[in-house]
T-cell receptor, first 116, second 112 residues
Framework: GAGVSQSPSNKVTEKGKDVELRCDPISGHTALYWYRQSLGQGLEFLIYFQGNSAPDKSGLPSDRFSAERTGGSVSTLTIQRTQQEDSAVYLCASSLVKGGGNSPLHFGNGTRLTVT | LAKTTQPISMDSYEGQEVNITCSHN???????ITWYQQFPSQGPRFIIQ???TKVTNEVASLFIPADRKSSTLSLPRVSLSDTAVYYC?????????????FGQGTELSVKP
């Protein structure tokens, strides 16, 4: 079946512009995560959505970053007034939350953002 | 949230068994241990998950001692295509909002 889809795969933008990154999770997955990965680094947690609950935004690095998830499915990560330090790969993951056990995360291939 | 510690890098040769150990001293009772593999320009991919003792699948084995404060991912007879970064993740989606924090990962290099 279809996996997690992210678009665009690459995005080059000028400093100060706003960007929107999109994530289409696996159908039926109620948990959705955004992570950021700078070159040669590990995964930095940004935000977590679970069903209709309020998202956990504790990883967002500044108020220039925001995310929403519409209808419990597609999610959009928005970065306003981009800075060069925002350059990274932005990864989205989804998971099927179920009683008992622990479902693994399924990742997309990310959006590579370059701020010039 | 359980913090994980792994070696930053490891080298191996084709055909050898590779064991990567992850420390997670403050693992919670309900936490699971999950390992992911990441190739360049791709998102991490699930390898194996366990709660206690030993788990084996077609790709790897996961050994978890009784105190669960560490875990070891074992890759039998590695090949060049196993060169990747391996992440240990400790947590559970139902636990305290489900925030899952990745460590820095172990960069495995398999040589011919």
């Amino acid at each position: 079946g279809a996996g997690v889809s992210q678009s665009p795969s690459n995005k080059v933008t000028e400093k100060g512009k706003d960007v929107e990154l999109r994530c289409d999770p696996i159908s039926g997955h109620t948990a959705l995560y955004w992570y950021r990965q700078s070159l040669g680094q590990g995964l930095e947690f940004l935000i977590y959505f679970q069903g209709n609950s309020a998202p956990d935004k504790s990883g967002l690095p500044s108020d220039r970053f925001s995310a929403e998830r519409t209808g419990g499915s597609v999610s959009t990560l928005t970065i306003q007034r981009t800075q060069q330090e925002d350059s990274a790969v932005y990864l989205c993951a989804s998971s099927l939350v179920k009683g008992g056990g622990n479902s693994p995360l399924h990742f997309g291939n990310g959006t590579r953002l370059t701020v010039t | 949230l359980a913090k994980t510690t792994q070696p930053i890098s490891m080298d191996s040769y084709e055909g050898q068994e590779v064991n990567i150990t992850c420390s997670h001293n403050n693992i919670a009772t309900n936490d699971y241990i999950t390992w992911y593999q990441q190739f360049p320009s791709q998102g991490p991919r699930f390898i194996i998950q366990g709660y206690k003792t030993k788990v084996t699948n077609e790709v790897a084995s996961l050994f978890i001692p009784a105190d669960r404060k560490s875990s070891t991912l074992s890759l039998p007879r590695v090949s060049l295509s196993d060169t990747a970064v391996y992440y240990c993740l400790v947590g559970r989606l139902y636990n305290q909002g489900g925030k899952l924090i990745f460590g820095q990962g172990t960069e495995l290099s398999v040589k011919p």
